[in-house]
């Protein structure tokens, strides 16, 4: 099956700094999507991004398909967005293990 | 709306024992599918239904049962619980299956089996 390999496997960050996320995945994909799993265990959809770039405030993602893999980039990092952040693919949704995001005040 | 609901939220059962996880959906999405999440590891997909009255399974699919009776509800079937089974059960649904949209997650169930 498809391999999904997530990058760094934890960071901790001041508020304010800035983060990039990987995902790097062993099979052509027309799904992606990247997940945030907030400190009380529930799941929140960021993106679908099969190819390309999307923005939503400070969050934006950009999926190269052809070269295999995704990033996710969070700006001006406040401590609400600790937690740990999912990158998800292919039909099932085959996820990796996760970048545990640790944000200091 | 209330999204994708999952019941009970915690459960403790005795090695053997059966139960039911429930999981609702009031958006009338035709894609449901239940995952386990273990410590540090990502989601793994048990089963999936694609409509009401198809299922299939996934990666993890040994241990449990599905059905999909109606496009509401996606019960999970443990029939004889084991140890293993311990884990952090969720479901997910989405419009029209998960290649082309987002997927919705309920709170999930932790269960523990002793």
């Known amino acids: 099956g498809i391999q999904v390999e997530q990058s760094p496997p934890d960071l901790i960050l001041q508020e304010g700094a800035n983060s990039t996320l990987r995902c790097n995945f062993s099979?052509?994909?027309?799904?992606l999507q990247w997940f945030h799993q907030n400190p009380w265990g529930q799941l929140i959809n960021l993106f679908y991004?099969?190819?390309g770039t999307k923005q939503n405030g400070r969050l934006s993602a950009t999926t190269v398909a052809t070269e295999r893999y995704s990033l996710l980039y969070i700006s001006s990092s406040q401590t609400t967005d600790s937690g740990v952040y999912f990158c998800?693919?292919?039909?099932?949704?085959?996820f990796g293990k996760g970048t545990h995001l640790i944000i200091q005040p | 709306n209330a999204g994708v609901t999952q019941t009970p939220k915690f459960q403790v059962l005795k090695t053997g024992q059966s139960m039911t996880l429930q999981c609702a959906q009031d958006?009338?999405?035709?894609?449901m599918s239940w995952y386990r999440q273990d410590p540090g590891m990502g989601l793994r997909l048990i089963h999936y239904?694609?409509?009401?009255?198809?299922?299939d399974q996934g990666e993890v699919p040994n241990g449990y049962n599905v059905s999909r009776s109606t496009t509401e509800d996606f019960p999970l079937r443990l029939l004889s619980a084991a140890p293993s089974q311990t884990s952090v059960y969720f479901c997910?649904?989405?419009?029209?299956?998960?290649?082309?949209?987002?997927?919705?997650f309920g709170q999930g169930t932790r269960l523990t089996v002793v």
């Open positions: 997910a649904s989405s419009p029209q299956g998960p290649l082309n949209t987002e997927a919705f």
């Open positions: 099979d052509s994909v027309n799904n």
């Open positions: 991004i099969p190819s």
């Open positions: 998800a693919v292919g039909y099932g949704l085959t």
């Open positions: 958006m009338n999405h035709e894609y």
């Open positions: 239904s694609v409509g009401a009255g198809i299922t």
